[in-house]
């Protein structure tokens, strides 16, 4: 037996059942789902009749549970079933919930709640404010112990194979924090501005805004971030590890290069890059053209690399991979993309004026592009190369630019939808379902003419996207039909040929071996290839894919070289510690309603023959990004933008926590756990949740509690001090309308104190309570509830049949008057208080998985001789404490507690008794 | 009032975005909530939300008492965003 008692819940009942029960010597297991113990009486202001402060009499008690040597407790934990074991008692399983904070480091400090971008309503404090993400549950909670609220990994984050905290970023955004959006990015990638334009982010395919109006613009966000550090900062201005002494190439200085060198270098490696082009970039540079992705945002990426000491050799083409190794390097990442073209197979190939499309591409971005004014230009092939070339071909002044496709439709082409429309809407024009079948050349030696056959066979998607991730490079085919025929000869300047980019195997062959058609045979986790010092990352490991695969490769291919470089394992461990993705029908089923938002999207100029290379897309002005980032849903709760870790004095924040879930045996259960309040705005009539102004009596108990949400007691319509309040009292019990026709007990005590407390907070205020009878039925409430008349309250018999609002949020209150001749009278107050009845709290009935938890016909734990045996249930060895049997206020909480607790001592001694006489 | 209120959840989301547009329209002078929800163009109860948010935050304090119509003004601390 690993416990004799199990409590279940820590309010009152829970807490001095414990407390009892711990010392009369017994080992007591109190798990509690909050972050503290206390339940709702610490959330109270003071308690009647006494008057005496709520978290005066509940401290002492939360100190003594958590500090008793003989008490276990596991606070923000759940159990998930219990059932009998074989010796009579239970076998229960556990479950401490990850709070993402070391709680043995937390030191309750307040720092990770104050720099939290994510506000979500308090639980605390009735939902009256804000708190943060990242919580401590109130100021004296215990243990004062921070938690992250996270409900999954956003979306948005799940989706990106850079590993690019997109949550985060927008957050900080929406904040005004945007160095420390663009710092978060940077924690990924040197390539912010690349990314902010050339990323075809399926971030946004899964944002979950896109199931309302439309998706935030997350990678224009990025954009602007990475423009405004541009123009603001100099330098990327991070940290980077002391020198480890080891020095790494890096072969190739794509994207996935330039990410590979940038991780390695923060880490303190000494990283030296080979090119083999005369400027770095590979792709970014040399294949996306300057209108799509300006080159000053490439050198300003690229400069954040040589900010922190990274060589960047260029004409430097290696040939020999163990040769560049034996010159002094510990380790080299082979990042060389794929660039071999598939040749045209047709005659006249090698005339004049026919031009693959990357030297195409290359030259143009280098400047040294032809000049096609008054020139027809026929590209042949659909994919990515294909449209840049045709629209470079455009700009260079060609009066046509044609493309030759096989496919047979927009949606077939090898490329991503967006490319697609973007060219079309240029003017360039497409033939579709066509093969070439020669180039007819002139006696010069030029060509002048490509001779067409029509297509067949089914086209399918090429090389370009046949590995990419689902939803990330997503093919045109929502794009309209254009008109195609397949032409038997269109006359050409020009000939670009586009048909498809492989790896080149020649420099890795003999080394690491050729896996997947001419890639790179490496570990797909590892990256590592069987030279154990070399590692492979981007294209040259899975084929021509994207800018953001490659980042995110290069990002795990350096992680995966720090691990060898330090004799690390490179298995046992994940790169990016994500949680299951949160759904999107979850985020949607958090709100009652979302406001449509006019979606954020960026303007891209597209128009007919353009002749100039300049950006065609604007950026989003300061307003538009925060704006955007406004629609955020904050999917997974916490957008793990790591403020609170880089703020966190004792370094206690730690995102790789996972649910503990363990197996304890205990003798006996104690159910405690409560009740739950009624819901007001289910007596619609009161206009809960309408008017701003009514607020329940647990709201206006955290008004009068000295840790309040707002300064002093105010309304929530306007900030306003009341003058005349109104109190409804049964609002939920004795109302058979709503199911319940028991008397919550408690409600006109509360009331009555709250009557008290307010006018000794606002001595100017008028207190008016709507009742139907004045319960007051316990040891000086009499005197209680007569001391409140004598202080001013007015107390009128009858029920209120309605509320309406006035123009300045006043309330009109229609009401019954017994007392005055039962006439219907209307009054106006400036707040009205409905004094909610309680509501059985059902979330431990399928807890026991052998024989159901008994409830009585209201759904409370039923005590089936409750007068004789108060707190047994139904199962032997099950007791309960508190609410969670019926209502009743804290005097009777504890006096009940005291029932259970002698119940569950009689059990234990018993079952004790038993077994010894089960050894004589 | 007569305006319907939006979810809670949606509308303290949003304080993040208000730090802004709220702390510029204290900069010159303390204001009350429906002071500060006339110049931010934002209905009164939202503004409550943010208001409260920003107090407990660190971002306003209350300043001196309640006015004659029983509302406080809000200044600020000078905590930035
Ligand atoms: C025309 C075109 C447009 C594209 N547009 C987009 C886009 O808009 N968005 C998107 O997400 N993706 C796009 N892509 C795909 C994307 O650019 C690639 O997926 C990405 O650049 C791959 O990065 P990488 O680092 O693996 O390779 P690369 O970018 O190809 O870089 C490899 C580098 O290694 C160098 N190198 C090669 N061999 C050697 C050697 N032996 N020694 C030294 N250096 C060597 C190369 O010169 C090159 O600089 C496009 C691709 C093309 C061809
Ligand atoms: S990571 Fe950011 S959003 Fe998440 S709890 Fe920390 S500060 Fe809040
Ligand atoms: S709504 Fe926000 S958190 Fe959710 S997927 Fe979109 S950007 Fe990410």
Redesign the interface.
Known sequence: MDYDVLVLGSGIGGMESSIKLADMGYQVLLVEKEASVGGRMILLSKVFPTLDCASCISGPKMSTTINHPNIKTLAYSEIDHISRNTHGGFQVTVREKAKFVDWAACTGCDVC??EC?????DQFNA????R?AAYIAFPQAVPKKAILDRSGTSPCIAACPAGIKAHGYV?LT????YEEAFQLNLDATPLVGTLGRACYAPCENGCTRSQVEGTLPIRMIKRYVADEHYATHEGPGVEVSPPTGKSVAVVGSGPAGLTAAWQLARQGHRVTIHEAQASPGGYARHGIPSFRLPKDVVEADIANLTAIGVEIICNSPVADLQALKDSGYDAVVIATGAHREAALDAAGVDAAGVVSGLSYLKDSAAEVGPDLTGKRVVVVGGDVVAMNAARTALRQGATSATVVAEAGKPGALPCNEIEYTEAAAEGVEFVFSTSVAELRTAASGEVTAVRCVPFSAPSTSADASEDAEAGETVQAAAAPATASTAASELVADLVITCLGLDVDESLFVELAGVGNKSRILANRRSLQTKAKWLFAAGDVASGLSTITRAVGSGRRAAHMVDRFLKGESLDGFELDSKLSTTKHRDVLA??????HRDPVTGQVRLNQQPRDFAEIEAGLTEEEA??G??S???CGICSECQECAKQCPAFAIDMTQRDKVSEVEVGAVVVSTGHKLFAADLKPEYGF????NVITAMQMDRLLAPTR????V?R????????RIAYISCTGSRDKTVGNPLCSKFCCMYSIKQNQLIMGALPLADVTMHYMDMRAAGKRYEEFYTQARDMGAQYIKGRVAKIT?E???DLLVRYEDIENGGGIVEASYDLVVLAVGIQPNRDVENLFTDAPLGLDEYYYVAEPSAELSPGQTNIPGVFVAGTAAGAKDIVDTILHAGAAVAQVAAHLEHQHFAEQEALV | ??Q???????V??????M??PILAAVAEEPL???QI?ERIGHP??E???W???M????FLS?SGD?DD????AYAATGRQ?
């Open positions: 709640q104050k971008t994510v506000a979500v309503p939902e009256l404010a804000p943060r957050s929406r904040t005004g924090k958090r709100h009652s309603s979302i406001t925060r704006s980032a406004g955020c849903l904050d949740g309408k008017f701003p949400p707002f300064n002093t105010l929530p319509g306007d900030g306003k001090v009341p003058d609002e123009e300045n949020g | 009032m007569n319907t209120l939006r979810d809670p959840r949606e303290m989301r949003e304080e993040m975005l730090h802004a009350t909530i429906p929800a009164a109860p503004v409550v939300y208001v409260m948010g107090r407990r935050y660190g209350e309640a119509d029983g509302f406080f965003v």
